[in-house]
Nanobody
């Protein structure tokens, strides 16, 4: 099966930047959609960005559009989330997840069966 490991979280001041990484290992075939989600205390898990690994097509939540960029390095089986102009409302645990097809409802957490352990992002 596929395993996902996130890294790169930390403490940053408002307006700062962080880059998260999600390394995939194991059987990665047919896992054509990689996404980043986040979950703040007391809130539902929110889809942040996704990338179709075959085409490289990306999509973002309105709340991060223009500030966050999702990208991939296929040779390393790694997906990145570059986060710029961070705001206190970006405080959350960030998770990467994978599923077979992105589709128009890529932001629904229930569609993803494979998740990483998460990495904390604190903007303060």
């Amino acid at each position: 099966d596929v395993q996902l490991v996130e890294s790169g979280g930390g403490l940053v001041q408002p307006g700062g930047s962080l880059r998260l990484s999600c390394a995939a290992s194991g059987y990665t075939y047919n896992r054509n959609c990689m996404a980043w989600f986040r979950q703040a205390p007391g809130k539902e898990r929110e889809g942040v960005a996704r990338i179709a690994t075959g085409s490289g097509n990306t999509y973002y939540a309105d709340s991060v559009k223009g500030r966050f960029t999702i990208s991939q390095d296929n040779a390393k089986n790694t997906v990145y989330l570059q986060m710029n102009s961070l705001k206190p409302e970006d405080n959350a645990m960030y998770y990467c997840a994978t599923t077979q097809i992105c589709g128009p409802t890529w932001y629904e957490a229930a569609r993803y069966a494979v998740w990483g352990q998460g990495t904390q992002v604190t903007v303060s």
